[in-house]
């Protein structure tokens, strides 16, 4: 029996946690394990919580899709699981949930007791994840993970099925500098491992479905290497719309935010790709990737009840050295407010949006009120709401933003 109408996660991704000092433009990341700089203006931790408090927001899962630690350094990854986990403490959440980056594995050796996974196995609360199946702390889920490479979670109360998989679970198991599919960099899901998602996915029927993992499922438009998915995430995506389900896929990894589809066809996954929360970034198409953090509401009551469809809103910070975290803007992100799930026909929509306008005329047509005659409108990404607006103003309609990008008001003008 399912009692709750939303699921609030939080998504906080690729710490990369060092013990340097972050002003270094040597170190991996902003965030470094050193008390020094555990300012909010330093650490980019500190202050998650007083902004998800300030802003009102639940919080029900604290998600982290990998990349705890840089270069695995196992205190690193220690101190930046308990700081996660201290989050999801101050935020009322009532899980912590990561899975593997490929920074988390010793691949490199570097570590004299070398066992690729054995510091993440230490972590407490229970890495990747510290719920149970049959009795308290009996650490199922989290053994199912390592041993089959994914493991499916059901929350009943939220009528959601959660996969948590492991996409780096063949680092340091082979040379990882060498051969031609560049795991390393890419991940892999094995054929093997797809078969078994296959077949434990058709025992659940769900009306929100949830993927997690660290590496790219489908190509990144902003990433121009080609070969820069997860081997396997094709199959797994026709096996996701196999399911005849609309999966959520959450995932970190190359540290550039953004929110699309898979590809073009009706199921095809909504995929999250997180920015890290404190990874030093570098220019993609001339666009330099931010640091953020994302909450994200889905709302299952506005759902179809066979999980064809997921529906929900994301609302997304950014930080910076020194000013700490703020609204995000559409510069090098995701926007402050967007959506995802809603895909009306773009033709349809933007003759729909000039009528209105010139209904309203000489006056202008509010957005407030374009939303509430088409609920469903704030589930639209913000890619799709830019091109629709972007049509709507090629017939003369003149479109005032806010100071967040998002639509005013619609002004139909002769
Ligand atoms: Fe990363």
């Known amino acids: 029996m399912r009692d709750k109408n939303v699921l609030n996660v939080l998504v906080i991704s690729d710490v990369h946690a060092h013990s340097q000092d972050p002003r270094s433009s040597q170190t991996p990341s902003f965030y470094s394990t050193n008390s020094l700089f555990s300012d909010a203006g330093s650490n980019p931790l500190t202050d998650i919580p007083t902004i998800i408090k300030k802003h009102g927001l639940a919080v029900d899962w604290v998600l982290t899709p990998g990349d705890l630690g840089d270069r695995a350094d196992p205190t690193s990854q220690k101190i930046a699981w308990e700081e996660l986990e201290k989050i999801r403490q101050q935020t009322g959440a009532t899980l912590l949930i ?90 892999k899901i094995s054929p093997l491992t797809l078969e078994a998602i296959k ?49 959520l896929v959450i995932h970190g990894h190359q540290h550039v935010p953004h929110l699309s589809y898979a590809d073009g066809t009706p199921l095809a996954p909504v995929v999250l790709s997180a920015g890290s929360v404190a990874a030093r970034t570098y220019d993609v198409r001339g666009v330099h990737p931010r640091n953020q953090i994302h909450h994200i509401s889905v709302h299952l009551d506005d759902m179809d009840p066979s999980g064809a469809e997921v529906l929900g809103n994301i609302t997304s910070w950014t930080w910076a ?94």
């Open 98 to 187: 990561g899975t593997t980056g490929n920074h988390d594995i010793d691949s490199r050796r570097n570590f004299p007791e070398f066992d690729p996974k054995s510091a993440l196995q230490a972590l407490k609360p229970m890495f990747p994840v510290s719920c149970s199946l049959f009795e308290e702390n009996d650490g199922v889920y989290s053994d199912r993970f390592w041993s089959r490479n994914f493991v499916v979670i059901p929350f009943v109360e939220y009528d959601c099925t959660l996969v948590v998989l492991n996409s780096s679970a063949f680092h340091g198991y082979a040379s990882d500098t060498k051969g031609p599919s560049r795991e390393h960099l890419r991940g």
């Open 199 to 247: 077949k434990e996915l058709a025992g659940h029927n769900t009306r929100l479905n949830i993927v997690l993992l660290h590496h790219h499922l489908s190509k990144h438009p902003w990433i121009e290497d080609s070969d820069s998915f997860v081997i396997g995430g094709d199959k797994l995506s026709e096996y996701l719309k196999e399911t005849g389900k609309q999966w």
């Open 321 to 414: 050295v020194g000013s700490g975290w703020r609204e995000a803007s559409v510069d090098g992100g995701l926007p402050f407010k967007c959506g995802f799930g809603y895909r009306p026909s773009a033709i349809e929509l933007r003759n729909k949006l000039v009528t209105a306008a010139k209904t309203a005329a000489p006056g202008v047509h509010r957005w407030a009120n374009v939303l509430s005659m088409d609920p469903k409108l704030q589930f639209l990404t913000s890619d799709d709401l830019a091109q629709v607006l972007s049509m709507v103003q090629q017939t003369g309609t003149v479109v005032d933003f806010d100071r967040h990008q998002l639509p005013e008001h619609l002004e139909w003008r002769e």
